[in-house]
Every structure is written in structure tokens, then in C-alpha cells.
């Protein structure tokens, strides 16, 4: 995969993959830490995924009722 960022200025993200028993796959989401998320700021290297920010980066429940 290529890397989607500089490590110069680099900060940790919270990534959500989940797979059921029966094989059912949710679509990954990637949470950044933030107030704002600026979708020309990535250039979707990924194929198919979710963001979302929060105020630290990390899944809460509002993101999680989305």
C-alpha cells in the first residue's frame, strides 16, 4: 500500500474494520482527530472507506449511531 502521509508531521488515527461470523464486512471508517475533515486533503489511495473526525480521534457514540 502506499503511504498516505508525510511522517514529518505525522499523528496516530483510529482505523475500524470489522468482519461478523457469518462473513457480513462493514466498510472501514478512519477517525481523525479534528473539527473539520477537508476530502481534498486525501487522495483516496484507499478504495471504499468512511472518515470521520472527532474531537480526539477516537470513536464515540455519535459516530458510532451513523
Keep these: 500500500?502506499?503511504?498516505l502521509a508525510s511522517s514529518e508531521?505525522?499523528?496516530n488515527?483510529?482505523?475500524?474494520k470489522c468482519?461478523?461470523?457469518n462473513g457480513w464486512i462493514i466498510t472501514l471508517l478512519f477517525i481523525f482527530k479534528g473539527k473539520k475533515f477537508m476530502?481534498?486533503?486525501y487522495d483516496k489511495a484507499i478504495p471504499n472507506y468512511y472518515t470521520a473526525v472527532t474531537d480526539k480521534g477516537y470513536i464515540n457514540?455519535?459516530?458510532?449511531?451513523?
Design 19 to 21: 468482519i461478523t461470523a
Design 1 to 3: 500500500m502506499p503511504p
Design 61 to 66: 457514540e455519535e459516530i458510532t449511531l451513523k
Design 39 to 41: 476530502e481534498a486533503w
Design 9 to 11: 508531521h505525522a499523528e
Design 13 to 16: 488515527i483510529t482505523a475500524l
